[in-house]
């Protein structure tokens, strides 16, 4: 028995001792194949990525949803620059930048992005664009940093009083292993989240994407620093809507619109909550992103495109 078990401590360090290695080989590999496409400043002693693109005033902000890097904004940045200037970044953690001081929720992020334009010289006012969790980031922003903030467009954006707890009850044992299987610390260092990435992320892609730009978006989100920074925002979750709740609106008669897709709308609840948002401003509407997934960014871009220069006519 003593020698069975030797045998399987041996056989799993060797396990072990190749899993790692096979993700710190992929990582760098990953970094060689994809350079970073933007340029860095200092953000508490850390790298943080940004792209700028195009000249003309007011100066867009992009921020996507957790999980994600900018990369995600790309259909969207590409378009809106032939108008003004417009930037995306990347969260501490995600894709190019460096990670970031935890917690990670909003009220850590929303400084990190004040900073981040000051050290870019990137001139207010700001027209902020947030999805799915980078919108309750946006909000947060305009309400902390109301003189910055010229307009504001949320798509699809949470709501700080829904309920994100997953209810497991009735998924079978086998889906729930798996579950934990991907998101535990343990797999993101031996590579087994970054084996089934492609294979996670395929449902969120669009046919509007590249092959290039699908695999560099599941490159970058395989790295455990990139799945780190995923696992601590969405911990903290939670908190991050809390501290959005207890901050004071400040939208009250700045241009707002809400774009909500057409497959989360079916979901009382979800209209129930995106109307709420509307409501934010009194000069907020509403757009509905036909035939489009939570994934408004990568389905219909044209929609937020149109969005964003809405509000700079109206900024005007």
């Known amino acids: 028995m003593n020698k069975i078990m030797q045998l399987l401590c041996v056989g799993l360090i060797i396990l072990l001792f190749v899993g790692i290695s096979y993700e710190y080989i992929a990582t760098k590999y990953d970094d060689l194949r994809y350079p970073p496409p933007g340029q860095f400043v200092q953000v508490n002693g850390r790298n943080i990525h940004y792209v700028s693109m195009g000249h003309n005033a007011p100066t867009i902000i992009l921020d996507v949803g957790l999980g994600a890097d900018l990369n995600w904004w790309n259909l ?6 032939k ?5 995306s970044f990347d969260r ?6 460096d990670s970031g001081i935890s917690p990670r929720t909003s009220k850590q992020i929303v400084p990190e992005l004040h900073e981040l334009l000051q050290a870019a010289k990137l001139k207010s006012p700001y027209i902020l664009v947030g999805h799915s969790f980078g919108g309750a980031n946006m909000r947060l922003y305009a309400n902390t940093y109301p003189e910055e903030v010229a307009g504001l467009i949320l798509v699809d954006a949470c709501h700080e009083d829904q309920n994100f707890e997953e209810d497991l009850s009735n998924k079978n044992i086998l889906a729930r292993c798996k579950n934990y299987l991907l998101n535990s610390t343990l797999s993101h260092y031996v590579g087994i989240s970054r084996w089934f990435m492609a294979e996670s992320f395929e449902p969120f892609f669009s046919s ?3 092959r290039q730009l699908r695999d560099e978006i599941i490159a970058k989100a395989s790295g455990v620093k990139s799945l780190r920074a995923r696992d601590n925002e969405m911990l903290n979750l939670r908190e991050s809507l809390l501290q959005l709740k207890c901050s004071k609106n400040a939208l009250s008669d700045k241009p707002l619109i809400v774009i909500t897709a057409e497959e989360t709308n079916k979901d ?6 995106q109307k709420q948002l509307v ?3 009194k000069r907020g509407r509403q757009i509905i992103a036909e035939n489009s997934s939570h994934m408004i960014n990568v389905d219909k871009p044209e929609v937020i495109v149109e969005a964003i220069k809405e509000i700079i006519e109206l900024c005007k």
Request: charged fraction near 15%; proline fraction near 7%.
């Open 83 to 87: 108008v003004a200037r417009v930037v």
């Open 76 to 81: 969207v940045q590409s378009e809106v620059s």
């Open 279 to 281: 409501s934010l401003s």
């Open 92 to 97: 501490p953690g995600y894709g190019w930048s």
């Open 268 to 273: 009382p609840e979800w209209q129930k909550y």
């Open 208 to 210: 509007l994407m590249s």
